[in-house]
């Protein structure tokens, strides 16, 4: 009962019929967060494209300036020098088969999965498992590759992939509550200038259509497109 009473309150302090600028929309989420947890603050962006279409299909990845306040654990599927690499770079488990049987077995103790170009085909046994959790290396986002050190310092200080949905709908996390308000800001920038830069040639009409963002329990908070297009360098 209690907290139905905080969602009510939360959702009273928001407008819905209302259009915020980036800086008044992250102080609201911060304000209506109530969880006894750091909640997760979410950008959802409705994109002008048609994701049927393979040339409007939008994915990618970037990493946030500010990271996402939580320790990503990191799985590298590689052998000989590159495991050794991994390992070095701070990966959390390394390994081949080993780990393919393991997540057959219905383990899934990791967050990103990376894999250098020779061990895909290992990796493929599992395509079917890994895919619809969002986990399969792919080397459009740079998670199947041979710069094996690169791609675990990335993932542990804060890669965030995207790619749109059926119904043209992005959504990432880009940071906690407890971040100042400026370095939400700046990992939101971040990721809208990705989405910027991601933009199909073949896309037509107003290409941001909507923004909001959110905590993990709070109300969705509208942003205006124009004014967070603005900030985008």
Do not use: C
């Amino acid at each position: 009962m209690a907290t139905g009473k905080k969602i009510i309150a939360a959702k009273a302090k928001v407008d819905r019929s209302v259009t915020y600028s980036l800086s008044e929309a992250i102080a609201l989420v911060k304000e209506a967060a109530f969880a006894k947890f750091d909640e997760t603050v979410d950008l959802t962006v409705r994109l002008g494209v048609d994701p049927r279409k393979a040339d409007q299909m939008v994915r990618g990845a970037v990493v946030l300036p500010n990271g996402l306040g939580k320790n990503v654990r990191v799985l590298v599927f590689a052998k000989g020098e590159k495991a050794q690499e991994a390992q070095k770079a701070g990966a959390d488990y390394v390994g081949g088969d080993d780990l393919v049987d393991k997540i057959k077995d219905g383990w899934f103790e990791f967050d990103t999965a990376i894999a250098t170009p020779d061990m895909m085909g290992t990796v493929g046994k599992i395509g079917r498992i890994l895919g619809p959790r969002g986990l399969m290396p792919n080397p459009k986002v740079g998670t199947v590759t041979f710069d094996v050190e690169r791609a675990v310092t990335e993932s542990k200080s804060g890669k965030v992939e995207y790619r749109v949905e059926k119904a043209g709908i992005i959504h990432a996390p880009v940071g906690k509550v407890s971040f100042d308000a400026d370095k939400l800001q700046e990992n939101i920038v971040a990721m809208m200038d990705a989405l910027m830069k991601a933009k199909p040639s073949t896309a037509k009409g107003t290409y941001l259509k909507k923004i909001s963002i959110s905590s993990t329990m709070g109300p969705g908070v509208q942003i205006d497109a124009s004014s967070a297009q603005a900030l985008v360098k």
